[in-house]
């Protein structure tokens, strides 16, 4: 059983840095993907950064290229990625998702809809 366990985020002034942390548990192989989501009031959900466990190719939106970089840890029968955040903008407001699926192109993870996903955690940037 594949789970999906977000940490992290909080309040940030503007310019100011946030790491969000997700553990994913229960895959059988490594040919699957990792991604961060977020969705701000009133807006779409969109896919920022994705991860290829296999070969660590990655995936960024346009919107956090710069700012923002997922890395990975791991541990036995365990990943954990990581997302630094810096540079944060009020327009990074939004709620995070952690999600997973066999997916192992970054780029089209980031684009679709992953079948695993965590219980979300809030971002907020004000001054």
């Known amino acids: 059983q594949v789970q999906v366990v977000e940490s992290g985020g909080g309040l940030a002034q503007p310019g100011g840095s946030l790491r969000l942390s997700c553990e994913v548990s229960g895959f059988t192989s490594d040919y699957y993907g990792i991604g961060w989501f977020r969705q701000a009031p009133g807006k779409e959900r969109e896919g920022i950064s994705c991860i290829s466990i296999i070969d660590n190719t990655t995936y960024y939106r346009d919107s956090v290229k710069g700012r923002f970089t997922i890395s990975r840890d791991n541990a036995k029968n365990t990943v954990t990625v990581h997302l630094q955040m810096n540079s944060l903008k009020p327009e990074d407001t939004a709620n995070y998702y952690c999600?997973?699926?066999?997916?192992?192109?970054?780029?089209?993870?980031?684009?679709?809809?992953?079948?695993?996903w965590g219980q979300g955690t809030r971002v907020t940037v004000s001054s």
């Open positions: 999600a997973a699926d066999s997916y192992t192109l970054p780029q089209a993870m980031c684009t679709m809809t992953p079948y695993y």
